[in-house]
């Protein structure tokens, strides 16, 4: 922010010596943190630096992909509302939006969805790698495997520093994320496999991978079709999360993109991550009926439990995302029937709308909240649900992981750390313990 009559430097003033000193303020009230390092009391200290646990304060990079403004609930990609992406656009042209910048004209778009649905099928081999796995193996365990492996398949993908090398990886992991995720989950039921179908749609192909039956094609309703979409949409990238921060910290060591986005997905598998949508079901399905609900928040005021899927570090409004999702609900209930949770759902928001503890935290339903009533009524289980998060913030991390790569700013991530621990001291024998 630039003012008018105002320098657009900090001073800082160390009272422990009477010191001035003056930093660049850069735009978007933004100093860096390595010109604290100058502070100092004597001249052979280390020098001062920021304590972030958790990083709530600390900007990790530049980024021109996504922003959200929390306390606003904005969520925009490359400048355009989520509203306007959900409402108007599909998956596979928001993904290509997020990666290259700009909306595609009609036949930018033809050629990335034709070379997405070509990639779409895996090595044979790795049908060998699910068989390994036990019939309940969690899916997410299941992906963060496949994918890693992919990397054994593709060793050229180590060859990061070629645009056009990124580019074929980037389109392979994206089309084959619903083909590993339908395997993994016919793997669980025991059922053959389903291989990709070109003629359909990205998440129409997904649906028929994961539950065709027998020699007849799948036709998924349109209106689930198109739900499904939506939500890939709403999923797509959400900036420096968790996973985003783990995609770049560990693309900064230079992997290739496979392992890397396999530490990605770790990230999210967390029930404070992705792993919050599965977690948010299991406690509704816990609480069983409105009966408990009372019971259930005393246990949350009492910080004993917290209220899944309510929350979140940036956003200190409704997040955009959840309103999109409770609108696409409505929908879907209509073909599949209304998910009795929801009634449940729905009362937990009202209570927590309105309370003071949940009110005085900021605390408002998060894009995890409503999607797993979503993904359980048209039939997914709940283990896959985090694997639902995963497959449409594919996009994120890769295209996070490419503007990580090219920034002649980013180094390899390597914090510091304020040690607390022993000072030196000698070994002590075994005998003189
Ligand atoms: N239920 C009850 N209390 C909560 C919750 C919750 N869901 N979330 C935060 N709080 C309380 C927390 O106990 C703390 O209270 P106090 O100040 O009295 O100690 C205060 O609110 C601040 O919480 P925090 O843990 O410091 O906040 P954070 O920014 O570190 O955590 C969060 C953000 C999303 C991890 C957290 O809100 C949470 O655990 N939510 C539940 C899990 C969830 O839904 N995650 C999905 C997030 S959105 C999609 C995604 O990222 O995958």
């Not at 048209?378 to 503007?403: C, D, K, N, S, Y």
Request: overall charge negative; glycine content about 6%; hydrophobic content about 40%.
């Amino acid at each position: 922010m630039s003012h008018h009559n105002a320098k657009d430097t900090l001073s800082i003033t160390d009272n422990r010596t009477g010191r001035q000193y003056e930093v660049d303020v850069r735009e978007g009230d933004v100093i860096r943190a390595m010109d604290l390092r100058q502070i100092k009391v004597n001249e052979s200290d280390f020098g001062m630096m920021a304590y972030d646990p958790g990083f709530t304060n600390t900007a990790f990079t530049t980024s021109r992909i996504t922003e959200v403004k929390g306390g606003k609930g904005i969520l925009e990609y490359r400048g355009y509302p989520i509203e306007q992406l959900a409402e108007q656009s599909s998956f596979l042209e928001v993904a290509y939006l997020i990666l290259n910048g700009e909306l595609p004209d009609r036949r930018e778009l033809d050629d990335f969805v034709h070379e997405v649905t070509y990639h779409t099928y895996v090595h044979e081999n790795v049908l060998t790698i699910l068989q390994g796995f036990r019939y309940d193996a969690h899916a997410m365990g299941m992906m963060i495997s496949t994918v890693a492996a992919l990397s054994t398949f593709y060793p050229e993908a180590k060859n990061i520093e070629d645009p056009a090398n990124r580019r074929v990886q980037i389109i392979r992991v994206l089309a084959k994320m619903p083909t590993l995720a339908a395997f993994a989950y016919r793997h669980h039921k025991g059922l053959p496999y389903v291989y990709p179908e070109n003629g359909l749609s990205y998440t129409a192909n997904f649906l028929n991978m994961l539950f065709r039956i027998g020699g007849r094609e799948y036709q998924p309703h349109p209106a689930l079709e198109r739900a499904l979409d939506i939500l890939f949409i709403l999923h797509a990238d959400h900036e420096q999360n968790c996973s985003t921060t783990a995609m770049r910290v560990i693309g900064s060591s230079r992997g290739d993109p496979y392992c890397t986005m396999s530490g990605a997905m770790a990230a999210l598998y967390g029930p404070l991550h992705g792993g919050a949508n599965e977690a948010v079901l299991r406690m509704l399905t816990e609480i069983g009926t409105t009966d408990n609900i009372p019971a259930f928040m005393d246990s949350v005021r009492r910080g004993e439990r917290r209220l899944m899927g309510f929350g979140h570090r940036v956003y200190k409004a409704y997040d955009p995302r959840a309103t999109i999702i409770k609108r696409a609900a409505d929908e879907v209930f209509e073909v599949t029937g209304r998910n009795p949770l929801l009634d449940i759902a729905l009362e937990l928001e009202r209570i927590a709308l309105q309370e003071e503890y949940f009110v005085k935290r900021n605390l408002y339903p998060n894009v995890d909240f409503y999607s797993g009533l979503i993904y359980q009524a048209m039939g997914f289980p709940v283990e896959l649900f985090p694997v639902l998060f995963a497959i449409p913030r594919t996009v994120g991390w890769l295209a996070q992981w490419e503007e990580m790569v090219v920034d002649p700013e980013q180094r390899i991530a390597r914090p510091r750390q304020v040690f607390r621990g022993h000072p030196r001291r000698d070994y002590v024998p075994m005998e003189s313990r």
